[in-house]
């Protein structure tokens, strides 16, 4: 457990060190979340088991809209050949004109400890992804695409395979309210490891109250994958529907 922690733990104190350093660095903001959650559900598939998940986040932006970020969440180990955790490292570009907001960047899914037997294996991989966002008097409306390249870590067999993601977003406080709500529905296009070996729809209902710097979640998570298609650890179906629970702190 303590390997599993240790680097998510050292997120949430970078990130809980951010505001101090923010105010040092004018042209900079930094900002951190640390999030416990019932369940670490990624496109819809669960990432530990159905167990949970805890996880931290920190980013650098500039003013001109370039940012870099990580994020680190524990992980069941059949994700990465035997790897417990994730980290993402990110960089990318934001945008806003009117109330249009533009982003790009690249992802890379690091996966510390991934092996087996000895022997190294392939489960680190590059994504590019690019979206759009329209606000609509309080809400959000989103359209995102996720590209992974030909690759070793997404392969099935022999072949380097990529994969395609697009997934379009709906969001809205509540006018007058600490509360928000969401929907999201997703498509996976092309069949690699890391969509199970299936193209496959997800979608997503959500609710969240914030009060201060917490926010506290609640989530219906679905896939379109058959029943007990899809096995994590001990025979658990990864991708059937459930209610997902989270807590965060954003400093």
């Given at each position: 457990?303590?390997?599993?922690?240790?680097?998510?733990?050292?997120?949430?104190?970078?990130?809980?060190?951010?505001?101090?350093?923010?105010?040092?660095?004018?042209?900079?903001?930094?900002?951190?979340?640390?999030?416990?959650?019932?369940?670490?559900?990624?496109?819809?598939?669960?990432?530990?088991?159905?167990?949970?998940?805890?996880?931290?986040?920190?980013?650098?932006?500039?003013?001109?809209?370039?940012?870099?970020?990580?994020?680190?969440?524990?992980?069941?180990?059949?994700?990465?050949?035997?790897?417990?955790?994730?980290?993402?490292?990110?960089?990318?570009?934001?945008?806003?004109?009117?109330?249009?907001?533009?982003?790009?960047?690249?992802?890379?899914?690091?996966?510390?400890?991934?092996?087996?037997?000895?022997?190294?294996?392939?489960?680190?991989?590059?994504?590019?992804?690019?979206?759009?966002?329209?606000?609509?008097?309080?809400?959000?409306?989103?359209?995102?695409?996720?590209?992974?390249?030909?690759?070793?870590?997404?392969?099935?067999?022999?072949?380097?395979?990529?994969?395609?993601y697009v997934n379009v977003a709906l969001s809205s406080p509540i006018p007058n309210t600490p509360f928000s709500l969401s929907a999201a529905v997703g498509h996976t296009f092309t069949k690699s490891f890391l969509s199970g070996g299936q193209r496959y729809t997800d979608w997503?209902?959500?609710?969240?109250?914030?009060?201060?710097?917490?926010?506290?979640?609640?989530?219906?998570?679905?896939?379109?994958?058959?029943?007990?298609?899809?096995?994590?650890?001990?025979?658990?179906?990864?991708?059937?529907?459930?209610?997902?629970?989270?807590?965060?702190?954003?400093?």
């Open positions: 457990m303590r390997k599993i922690l240790r680097p998510v733990l050292g997120l949430a104190f970078l990130a809980s060190a951010a505001p101090a350093f923010a105010e040092d660095t004018k042209p900079f903001t930094v900002n951190g979340t640390t999030t416990l959650t019932s369940d670490y559900r990624f496109r819809g598939i669960s990432q530990t088991n159905k167990g949970i998940a805890l996880q931290g986040s920190m980013t650098v932006t500039h003013s001109s809209g370039a940012y870099a970020s990580i994020w680190g969440s524990s992980i069941d180990d059949y994700v990465a050949n035997g790897g417990d955790e994730e980290l993402d490292l990110i960089a990318g570009y934001k945008t806003t004109v009117g109330g249009t907001t533009f982003d790009m960047g690249g992802l890379y899914y690091y996966y510390p400890g991934s092996s087996t037997g000895g022997k190294k294996y392939y489960s680190d991989f590059l994504e590019l992804y690019g979206s759009v966002a329209q606000t609509f008097g309080p809400a959000t409306a989103k359209l995102t695409a996720n590209y992974a390249p030909k690759q070793k870590a997404l392969t099935l067999d022999k072949a380097k395979l990529d994969n395609l997503s209902l959500g609710a969240s109250y914030t009060t201060g710097p917490v926010t506290f979640g609640l989530s219906y998570v679905d896939t379109s994958y058959a029943k007990n298609v899809l096995l994590g650890r001990d025979g658990r179906d990864i991708a059937k529907a459930g209610l997902v629970g989270s807590v965060g702190v954003a400093f």
